[in-house]
Nanobody, 114 residues
Framework: QVQLVESGGGLVQAGGSLRLSCVAS????????MGWYRQAPGKQRELVAGVGRFGSTNYADSVKGRFTISKNVAENTVYLQMNSLKSEDTAVYYCNDQSGTYAWGQGTQVTVSS
């Protein structure tokens, strides 16, 4: 059974930083193209950052240059470093593979105050 457990969210002022973590069980992140998604109130879930099997990364234009995705294969964990946060980054953040294959976790709330 696959479990994805996100953590690290919180309330932060605009311009601040947060680091999100996603601990995976039942899959090996080394073998997967993983991604971080977010869903703001009233909006669809969107992929904001992805890391491929061999470490290549891709980002939505809205977060490029501010967010960094990485994965630690020893810890079977995917991270999202978020810098220069803006109010429009406020959302619930989730991880999954880049196809959204697995059951969604509970997510972690990020709230950016302006």
């Amino acid at each position: 059974q696959v479990q994805l457990v996100e953590s690290g969210g919180g309330l932060v002022q605009a311009g601040g930083s947060l680091r999100l973590s996603c601990v995976a069980s039942g899959i090996t992140v080394r073998q997967k193209a993983m991604g971080w998604y977010r869903q703001a109130p009233g909006k669809q879930r969107e992929l904001v950052a992805g890391v491929g099997r061999f470490g290549s990364t891709n980002y939505a234009d809205s977060v490029k240059g501010r967010f960094t995705i990485s994965k630690n294969v020893a810890e079977n964990t995917v991270y999202l470093q978020m810098n220069s946060l803006k109010s429009e980054d406020t959302a619930v953040y989730y991880c999954n593979d880049q196809s959204g294959t697995y059951a969604w976790g509970q997510g972690t709330q990020v709230t950016v105050s302006s």
